[in-house]
């Protein structure tokens, strides 16, 4: 069992940067592709970036490609997600997940462990 939390949410200007977090309370968090997803309301969870266990593969949604970045640090069983240019309609509660594959997915049902997101908020 893995559990993971976010924090790092909030409210800020369009235009402006926040930088995620997510902290795995398993030592072998290594092992995990990790990803994160989001929900704004009323709308389906979506596909915003994901990270094969050494970091060197990731993948991003086409909506956050080139404004988003994601990282990870081993050592401390955390996860990150920098957002720059942060859009109004970047709104939405962002989840941290975690998938035993190897291979990095997309698709947010083949992830095992999921946090209970922190709510990013961007102001026009």
């Known amino acids: 069992q893995v559990q993971l939390v976010e924090s790092g949410g909030g409210l800020v200007q369009a235009g402006g940067s926040l930088r995620l977090s997510c902290a795995a309370s398993?030592?072998?968090?290594?092992?995990?592709?990790m990803g994160w997803f989001r929900q704004a309301p009323g709308k389906e969870r979506e596909f915003v970036a994901a990270?094969?266990?050494?970091?060197?593969?990731?993948d991003y949604g086409v909506s956050v490609k080139g404004r988003f970045t994601i990282s990870r640090d081993n050592a401390k069983n955390t996860v990150y997600l920098q957002m720059n240019s942060l859009k109004p309609e970047d709104t939405a509660i962002y989840y941290c997940?975690?998938?035993?594959?190897?291979?990095?997915?997309?698709?947010?049902?083949?992830?095992?462990?999921w946090g209970k997101g922190t709510l990013v908020t961007v102001s026009s």
């Open positions: 990270i094969s266990w050494r970091g060197g593969v990731t």
């Open positions: 398993r030592r072998m968090f290594a092992i995990y592709t």
């Open positions: 997940a975690a998938d035993r594959q190897v291979a990095i997915t997309t698709n947010g049902y083949e992830y095992d462990y």
